[in-house]
């Protein structure tokens, strides 16, 4: 089978998950200087993690807030802090730093973003990407005018529950794959201050949850071809909840579904000629999955790393020390593509934020 996601740059193939996952942790090449961009929440999980990478020096982090800039700094010892107003600005200035990891809301990731690339700084975007494709596709010209590394973060795709997965297709043996059905959600709190709530911020389940499930489909049956959509939208214009039938080349289909109002199965199934693939809870960071074919069962275990962002650092570190401009495993094409699908998404289910132009 054609495989639609390309292996991360460091990690081996793994059929059947029996390979132990290379460290993520070894250096690969020289070190590089990073600047993280907020304070809030994943900033700090991601960071305590970047601390671990050899290769990686802690140069510089911004807020907006100056009292948390210097703490963030402290806690893990970056070299600067950048606070208050100007101070992202003040980060892509810095000529010390090479490459930025941003994660604030997705509502702020196109002027943040767009900024370290003019200041000539490689990133990494949390997800979502942006709010809009046009957003997404202005970024994705930067990086390429100015020949830097831009990704999205889906750290999902680079875990090695995912990749064995992905080699379990690419080796055939469940036939052509026919559909896949994917389901991310969670009751979260409803609270309108909230970046999942606030349209500003780019609040919703599509925006937040979809590229966990399309992980999945994306891995099996490639970029979708068409989408109908349906879902619920709060009194703010926030979508609580998105189904998507997606079509695919060659007659294949894809079903996803994202909520915020539901404690979902949070679980993809692949579902070929032969047999299916299932994964294991939860979608995004999986303990392995199940191979059926008729009465036959196997499954491949993994263990639950305590530094699961650490395989998309070493994508990024990876591919900034090879020149690269883009990552094989998460293309720019990917991102671009999945933001033209959320703006026609959004269309359909009638959701439209401040950041839409027209
Ligand atoms: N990869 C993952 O597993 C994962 C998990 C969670 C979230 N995310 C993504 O990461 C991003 C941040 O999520 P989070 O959960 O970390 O959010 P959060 O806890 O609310 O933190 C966001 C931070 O961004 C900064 N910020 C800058 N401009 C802002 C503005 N206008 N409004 C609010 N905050 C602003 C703030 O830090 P300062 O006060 O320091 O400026 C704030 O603390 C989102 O895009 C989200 O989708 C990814």
């Not at 003040?90 to 990891?101: F, I, K, N, R, T």
Request: net charge neutral.
């Amino acid at each position: 089978m054609e495989r639609h996601v390309a292996r991360p740059l460091t990690m081996p193939p793994q059929p059947h998950g029996g390979r132990p996952a290379p460290d993520p942790f070894a250096a690969t090449g020289p070190a590089l200087r990073w600047g993280v961009v907020s304070t809030g929440k994943i900033a700090h999980t991601v960071t305590a993690q970047l601390a671990r990478l050899e290769d990686a020096r802690l140069q510089a982090v911004s807020s907006r807030d100056a009292t948390k800039a210097t703490a963030f700094a402290t806690q893990y010892g970056f070299r600067a802090s950048y606070g208050g107003a100007g101070g992202y600005e003040a980060l892509a200035a810095d000529p010390e730093v090479d490459v930025v990891y941003v994660a604030t809301p997705h509502g702020q990731h196109h002027a943040v973003a767009g900024a370290m690339l003019r200041a000539g700084k490689h990133v990494l975007v949390e997800k979502a990407f942006a709010i809009t494709a046009a957003e997404a596709e202005d970024l994705a010209g930067l990086a390429r005018e100015r020949g830097l590394f831009l990704m999205e973060a889906v750290w999902t795709r680079f875990l090695p529950t995912y990749v064995a997965a992905m080699d379990v297709l690419e080796s055939g043996e469940l036939g052509p794959v026919r559909y896949v059905q994917a389901d991310m959600g969670f009751m979260a709190e409803r609270d309108p201050r909230t970046r999942l709530w606030a349209p500003v911020d780019g609040g919703g389940a599509l925006l937040d949850l979809a590229v966990y499930p399309l992980c999945w489909v994306i891995g099996a049956l490639g970029l979708p071809t068409g989408v109908r959509a349906a879902g619920n939208v709060n009194k703010d214009g926030v979508d609580e909840l998105c189904a998507l039938a997606l079509t695919h080349a060659g007659g294949a289909h894809s079903q996803v579904v994202v909520s915020f109002v539901s404690d979902s199965t949070r679980r993809a199934r692949i579902v070929g000629t032969e047999g299916y693939l299932e994964t294991g809870p939860s979608l995004s960071r999986p303990d392995g999955f199940t191979v059926v074919k008729g009465a036959a069962r196997r499954s491949a275990e993994f263990e639950l790393t305590d530094a699961p962002y650490a395989f998309q650092l070493r994508e990024v570190t990876r591919g900034v020390q090879a020149g690269l401009h883009e990552s094989p495993a998460m293309p720019l094409a990917h991102t671009l593509a999945s933001m033209r699908l959320f703006d026609e998404v959004r269309r359909q289910v009638g959701v439209r934020y401040p950041n839409d132009v027209a």
